[in-house]
């Protein structure tokens, strides 16, 4: 696909430093699912900065939506975004990413990378295929995370939050174990789906090898 020029038609917050941006979606545009794309921002030197981003709206969706974790300190891509407003504009280029719904199992994000199993648990949601298919959520914080009542609702009990640099009753602390993940694998645990930074990543796929999975059992993507 051609780079595209596509209008934020809305801005909101969904945490304190996350925004969920809606946006025109390009005629031509085809993705699925747990799919990124390279935006950059429609302002004079930064048309071509591009950085990765995963569509949270699904492919037959009207508008695309992004759900993007600001980080006003790298002065990069994330931080002009901060500051756009509706009717401001995005460019979005190539769509690319592995992350694809493949069967039931267990979704292992840090952070802003729970922003593939957004969509394709959406999808799944749609489907009404939600079945037994769980999350494990790591943030350093409760306020840092994205969509604690929709994954709630979606995934009951079957929603496991760990946080890292705060001890709540009701939640997980400290870092994502293979103890934590041993529990929650049963009879219905095929696949296993990880995304989020690469500490997390090195960390959870020793977890999982050491439990025995097979890496063809592992969908991954590094942000
Ligand atoms: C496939 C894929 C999908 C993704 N999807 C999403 C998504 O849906 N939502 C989301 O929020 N993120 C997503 N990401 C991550 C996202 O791409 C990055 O957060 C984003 O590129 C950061 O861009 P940036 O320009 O703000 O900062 P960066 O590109 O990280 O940094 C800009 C500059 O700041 C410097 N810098 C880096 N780290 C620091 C630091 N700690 N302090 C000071 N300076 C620093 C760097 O040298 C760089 O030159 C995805 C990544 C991938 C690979």
């Known amino acids: 696909m051609m780079a595209q020029v596509v209008k934020i038609i809305s801005k909101e917050l969904l945490t304190h430093d996350v925004f969920r941006i809606v946006a025109e979606k390009p005629p031509s545009l085809a993705f699925k699912a747990g799919q990124a794309v390279d ?127 705060e001890e709540l009753k009701g939640y997980d602390y400290g870092y994502i174990s293979t103890e934590l993940i041993k529990k929650q694998i049963d009879g219905n645990t095929k696949y296993f789906y990880l995304c989020g930074p690469e500490p997390m990543m090195l960390a959870v796929g020793k977890h999982l090898s050491s439990l025995g999975v097979a890496s063809s059992f592992i969908v991954r993507e590094d942000f």
């Open 39 to 165: 935006i950059s921002v429609n302002r004079p030197g930064w048309e071509r900065e591009l950085r990765a981003f995963t569509f949270t709206s699904l492919p037959d969706d009207q508008f695309i939506e992004f759900t993007i974790k600001i980080y006003p300190s790298h002065n990069g891509v994330t931080n002009e975004i901060g500051l756009l407003d509706s009717g401001d504009e995005l460019i979005v280029h190539d769509v690319f990413g592995d992350i694809g719904y493949k069967g039931e199992g267990i979704f292992i994000a840090g952070g802003a990378g729970v922003t593939p199993f957004i969509a394709i648990l959406k999808q799944l949601e749609r489907q009404n295929e939600i079945g037994n298919n769980k999350l494990i959520f790591a943030n350093k914080t409760k306020a840092d995370i994205i969509l604690e009542g929709k994954f709630h609702s979606l995934l009951g009990s079957n929603f496991i939050n760990i946080l890292s640099d």
